[in-house]
């Protein structure tokens, strides 16, 4: 903090002083600015004096403009969620478990247009499984340079999405730049923004007076991306909004060239989408994925024609999906059970399947499986009692696990 510096010692007259921008201090807290400095009328022992006032401290989201260079290179990124409203992010090397950046963010920004706006990085509504993740990671672009938002719903009722700038704190709001005008024009509620990793539009859901700004009701929700080059906004698609309570479809992301809404996960050849049934514990589904839109509202959730049944004991527990590390092969976890495992999406038609533990059988519980970027390794939180590490092993199951990390209790987001 800088000390108090006394500035404008050629007086012109006994109550006054002037500095370098020639302003004079003749009122008792007039404040004037001079070489980047921001200076106060004070009244002293030998009259009024310019005193410079102590530099502001920068917002913690601009602290580095170039933060977000580090992030986006390899490595496990984290979060941690403080009961303050901060967010704490870490990128943690997946071989020495050494955290290589690391950086903070408010959950909320004053902003002088729209009120507040929203990150939406530490939702506890949604299940910390692979689709969640993504939806996390792709609320940032590429390269970590731009940060979502969704704003305070305004006096005419809408809700705006839009963007943050990281190096210059510009904000953008693709609301105003996209929404309908005229005697048609409805009040629209943008919500669950996100940049499409593949072509980086900006991409988001927009629903009418029928829904809420969380998906809910039972309207429909357009699909929009816009291209942040030609400023041009597409519509790809519609998803019926829906109250369900057994899957989460209040987020979007972009998986292998498909939108998909809720805790879908699209197999990369982009033929198949899976999901956790909570209807029948133990149970996965596997369906057909549409063009541009994958929804898990409505018909998937009662149709048991694609299923899977995990073979006891895993049965009535309740399935979390973690990835695909082939076309025709899922990673997922089981509650109350200790392994991470694998299952085929061929094995369908309400068949029973038995899963395979890519870890080897031990007491404690093995959770959070994140795949690397070429699926051919994961890490995994391993909790004993009341310790959590983190861990790494090839997903073929080949070789003992490797732990990285000691004493973790952090949020894997992705493997980048």
């Not at 008792?28 to 004096?49: D, H, I, M, P, W």
């Not at 072509?199 to 357009?222: E, I, K, V, Y």
């Not at 699909?223 to 479809?249: E, M, Q």
Request: with cysteine.
């Amino acid at each position: 903090m800088l000390g108090i510096v006394f500035i404008g010692l050629s007086l012109p007259a006994a109550q006054s002083a002037t500095i370098s921008n020639n302003s004079k201090c003749l009122t008792l807290g007039a404040t004037t600015k001079s070489q980047g400095y921001v200076f106060k009328c004070e009244l002293k022992n030998t009259g009024f004096f310019w005193v410079r006032q102590p530099a502001k401290k920068v917002p913690i989201e601009v602290i580095s403009a170039t933060w977000f260079k580090s992030f986006s290179k390899h490595g496990l990124l984290t979060e941690s969620c403080q009961s303050d409203g901060l967010i704490n992010l870490q990128l943690i090397d997946p071989i020495s478990g050494k955290v290589t950046a690391e950086h903070s963010l408010k959950s909320t920004l004053p902003d002088s247009r729209l009120g507040s706006l929203h990150i939406d990085l530490c939702n506890s509504s949604l299940n910390q499984d692979a689709a969640s993740n993504l939806y996390l990671r792709q609320q940032f672009s590429s390269d970590f340079s731009k940060l979502v938002f969704t704003s305070d719903a305004q006096s005419d009722g809408s809700v705006h999405a839009g963007y943050i700038d990281l190096a210059s704190s510009k904000v953008f709001d693709i609301t105003a730049l996209t929404k309908t005008t005229g005697f048609s024009a409805i009040v629209s509620v943008d919500y669950s923004p996100i940049f499409n990793p593949i072509d980086g539009d900006f991409c988001f859901l927009r629903t009418g007076a029928t829904a809420d700004s969380f998906g809910g009701g039972t309207g429909n929700s357009d699909l929009h991306c816009s291209d942040l080059n030609s400023k041009v906004d597409s519509i790809l698609g519609n998803i019926p909004s829906s109250n369900s309570s057994y899957i989460s479809d209040e987020f979007l992301t972009s998986q292998h060239g498909i939108m998909v809404s809720g805790d879908l996960l699209v197999s990369p050849d982009s033929s198949t989408y899976a999901f956790s049934n909570s209807l029948f514990g133990g149970q996965v589904n596997f369906d057909a994925s549409s063009p541009f839109v994958s929804s898990s509202s409505a018909n998937p959730l009662n149709d048991q024609g694609n299923s899977t049944i995990l073979n006891d004991p895993f049965g009535t527990g309740t399935t979390t999906l973690d990835g695909w590390i082939s076309d025709n092969l899922l990673l997922v976890e089981l509650s109350g059970f200790s392994g991470i495992y694998t299952v085929p999406s061929s094995a369908t038609n309400l068949m029973s399947a038995d899963p395979h533990d890519l870890i080897p059988a031990n007491s404690a519980a093995n959770t959070h499986a994140v795949l690397s970027p070429d699926g051919t390794q994961l890490a995994f939180v391993h909790t004993l009692v009341n310790q959590s590490d983190l861990y790494t092993s090839l997903a073929s199951g080949v070789g003992l696990p490797v732990k990285v990390k000691t004493n973790f209790n952090l949020h894997i987001i992705g493997w980048q």
